[in-house]
T-cell receptor, first 115, second 116 residues
Framework: KQEVTQIPAALSVPEGENLVLNCSFT??????LQWFRQDPGKGLTSLLL?????REQTSGRLNASLDKSSGRSTLYIAASQPGDSATYLC??????????????FGKGTLLTVNP | GAGVSQSPRYKVAKRGQDVALRCDPI?????LFWYQQALGQGPEFLTY????????KSGLPSDRFFAERPEGSVSTLKIQRTQQEDSAVYLC??????????????FGEGSRLTVL
């Protein structure tokens, strides 16, 4: 059974810092990996989606990398801003089996960027 | 609408009541998912629809949970005889593709259910 772990569970940084959020998964047979942002009381907003054949994806100040063989992904946020404060979740989709549409999520990293 | 819409946003129910949660997916999206998110946890899969067909309901916690999407667009998640452990945020998501080609998921803001 796929398990997704996110470290750290919470992170507090001063504005302007570059930071890295980590995601690991136990089964490397994934189809893709997706990073989401969740603001308090809100749904999930998709940030980046990395296919299993890709090594990284970039969007603005965000860069996500994927090392499928080692079961790891990182989300790099450059020049953090208070508006980046939210919970960041990663989720993986399996590559095989009949339920390859089903996402397995980590518990998330709660990020606080202090002005 | 432009995004996935869910209603009600907040629901308080007394233990034993029935509740119904509605999801309006993005127009034209084939796949629709329901996820349950307990406090401090990541979302967990409940059920999956491809158009009007419910292809997977393996994540539904008990037979008190029922979901439908009769015309392949709007979906309703119904919980009968609610229990305190049903308290959670229920998230709906849709995507353009299906199965292996499901692609990017777009989530609604969720329905927060509190059972007293």
């Amino acid at each position: 059974k796929q398990e997704v772990t996110q470290i750290p569970a919470a992170l507090s940084v001063p504005e302007g810092e570059n930071l890295v959020l980590n995601c690991s998964f136990t089964d490397s047979a994934i189809y893709n990996l997706q990073w989401f942002r969740q603001d308090p009381g809100k749904g999930l907003t998709s940030l980046l989606l990395i296919q299993s054949s890709q090594r990284e994806q970039t969007s603005g100040r965000l860069n996500a990398s994927l090392d499928k063989s080692s079961g790891r992904s990182t989300l790099y946020i450059a020049a953090s801003q208070p508006g980046d404060s939210a919970t960041y979740l990663c989720a993986v989709r399996p590559n095989s089996g009949g339920s390859n549409y089903k996402l397995t999520f980590g518990k998330g990293t709660l990020l606080t960027v202090n002005p | 609408g432009a995004g996935v819409s869910q209603s009600p946003r907040y629901k308080v129910a007394k233990r034993g009541q029935d509740v119904a949660l509605r999801c309006d997916p993005i127009s034209g999206h084939v796949s629709l998912f329901w996820y349950q998110q307990a406090l401090g946890q990541g979302p967990e899969f409940l059920t999956y629809f491809q158009n009007e067909a419910q292809l997977d309901k393996s994540g539904l916690p008990s037979d008190r949970f029922f979901a439908e999407r009769p015309e392949g667009s709007v979906s309703t998640l119904k919980i009968q005889r609610t229990q305190q452990e049903d308290s959670a945020v229920y998230l709906c998501a849709s995507s353009l593709g299906s199965g292996r080609a499901t692609g990017e998921l777009f989530f609604g803001e969720g329905s927060r259910l509190t059972v007293l």
